[in-house]
């Protein structure tokens, strides 16, 4: 067997020490929790322009780069990757950097603040021949996987509908402060699609079940809060998405409605997809994270619950009874991207990709599209 040192090790770079980045030092600090993965990685260096964010990340043993100026990180040589998770305004600069840079990315969704930025980081990306994938962590949940495999299979007989969503309940406190996730010029004006959308897609994209027309319904439900400092700030982003779409499955059109809610009362933060056939059936959602539920037509119509545990298509340690959570997701997800850059994915579930990424924003593009027009509107093809 081979020994540690043995194994090639991916140094990897965080720019933005905030929410996510946190969360991802958080995942490489127990990589040694993968078991026999063909590759180590560790948290070599981090940037943030606040300096006491920074100041976290000194507890991190494996970081030997602290920087206010991301350009600095881009020029250290022990950075082989780059993780970037700064607000949507900047994605599009700072991923040309990384490129530039000579660096291999994993980019945070939506990437880039709407369709043409994404379009533009995707040309770059084609021309840098560098590694790049997309982060979208909820696929990698058993419960997930296991909901995509029925999707796969042929068991669900007519396709009847598809309902995937990701809903959010935080806002509906009027006397949250207004951060950049809800303001245009910082969020986009995609809002909610952009923020919690790719998670949503990332599975029916895969499938090839790509949405060729959308009818959106979008809301804004406050439009200002607490400012923080005793006045009040405009929000100006859509907080609610439901999108009736349509895809084409065996040359059928077929219903797929997407759900997107910073104000779903009473959810935290649940990831939902379902699958109705004539046949077969499949339904996942983390509001129930161990359970899953099958359907099939017999005699009777029956819905099974199957009662999940920690079957992770990268093993670690923890006994296979125990429940996972969005730690062991992103930890799942950074497993993903490191075994597909060193062509050792070997058939499992890949990180979201920059072509699924750029179809996720026109899919955006015509629900806003829709929404201004009150019409249901196509959605621009892949090449064309
Ligand atoms: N994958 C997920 O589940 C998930 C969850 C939340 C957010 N996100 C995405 O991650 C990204 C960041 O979101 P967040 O919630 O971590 O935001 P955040 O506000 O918590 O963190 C962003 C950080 O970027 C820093 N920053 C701003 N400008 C910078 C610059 N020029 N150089 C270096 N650092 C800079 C800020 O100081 C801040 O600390 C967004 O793209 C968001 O959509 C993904």
């Known amino acids: 067997m081979a020994t540690t040192e043995a194994r090639p090790l991916v140094r990897i770079g965080v720019i933005g020490g905030g929410l996510m980045g946190r969360?991802?030092?958080?995942?490489?600090?127990?990589?040694?929790?993968?078991?026999?993965?063909?590759?180590?990685?560790?948290?070599?260096?981090?940037?943030?322009?606040?300096?006491?964010?920074?100041?976290?990340?000194?507890?991190?043993?494996?970081?030997?780069?602290?920087?206010?100026d991301y350009h600095e990180l881009l020029r250290n040589p022990d950075v082989d990757v780059v993780y970037v998770a700064v607000p949507h305004q900047l994605h599009e600069t700072v991923y040309l950097d990384v490129l530039q840079a000579g660096k291999d990315l994993l980019a945070e969704k939506p990437f880039g603040i709407d369709l043409g930025a994404a379009e533009r980081i995707a040309a770059a990306v084609a021309r840098s021949g560098r590694f790049v994938r997309v982060s979208s962590e909820f696929p990698f949940l058993p419960g997930a996987q296991r909901a995509l495999a029925v999707a796969r299979s042929r068991t669900l007989g007519r396709l009847i509908e598809v309902r995937?969503?990701?809903?959010?309940?935080?806002?509906?406190?009027?006397?949250?402060?207004?951060?950049?996730?809800?303001?245009?010029?910082?969020c986009g004006e995609v809002g909610v699609l952009g923020d919690l959308g790719m998670h949503v897609v990332h599975i029916p994209l895969r499938l090839g079940w790509t949405p060729t027309s959308v009818y959106a319904q979008l809301q804004r439900i406050y439009t200002e809060r607490p400012d923080g400092k005793g006045g009040m700030a405009p929000i100006d982003t859509w907080d609610n998405a439901t999108l009736s779409t349509y895809f084409d499955y065996?040359?059928?059109?077929?219903?797929?409605?997407?759900?997107?809610?910073?104000?779903?009362?009473?959810?935290?933060?649940?990831?939902?997809?379902?699958?109705?056939?004539?046949d077969g059936g499949v339904r996942y959602s983390t509001k129930t994270p161990k359970t899953l539920w099958t359907?099939?037509?017999?005699?009777e119509q029956i819905w099974d619950?199957?009662?999940?545990?920690?079957?992770?298509?990268?093993?670690v340690i923890t006994g296979g009874i125990f429940e996972p959570g969005f730690p062991d997701i992103l930890l799942?997800?950074?497993?993903?991207?490191?075994?597909?850059?060193?062509?050792?994915?070997?058939?499992?579930?890949?990180?979201?990709?920059?072509?699924?990424?750029?179809?996720?924003?026109?899919i955006w593009a015509a629900a806003l599209a829709s929404q201004s027009l009150n019409?249901?509107?196509?959605?621009?093809?892949?090449?064309?």
């Open 23 to 68: 969360e991802v030092a958080n995942a490489l600090a127990r990589w040694f929790v993968l078991e026999n993965f063909p590759v180590r990685a560790e948290l070599t260096a981090v940037c943030d322009v606040q300096p006491k964010l920074l100041d976290w990340f000194r507890q991190v043993p494996t970081v030997r780069q602290l920087t206010t």
């Open 164 to 186: 995937a969503g990701y809903l959010h309940s935080s806002d509906l406190d009027p006397k949250k402060p207004a951060n950049w996730k809800r303001q245009t010029a910082f």
């Open 250 to 278: 065996h040359d059928t059109r077929t219903p797929m409605r997407i759900e997107l809610k910073r104000f779903g009362p009473g959810e935290t933060n649940t990831w939902y997809f379902e699958v109705l056939g004539t």
């Open 295 to 299: 359907f099939r037509r017999e005699k």
């Open 305 to 315: 619950q199957t009662d999940l545990g920690f079957q992770m298509a990268f093993p």
């Open 332 to 362: 799942q997800m950074w497993a993903a991207f490191v075994a597909e850059r060193a062509g050792k994915l070997d058939g499992r579930f890949g990180c979201a990709t920059v072509d699924e990424a750029v179809m996720s924003h026109r």
């Open 375 to 384: 019409n249901a509107v196509e959605v621009k093809k892949r090449h064309g």
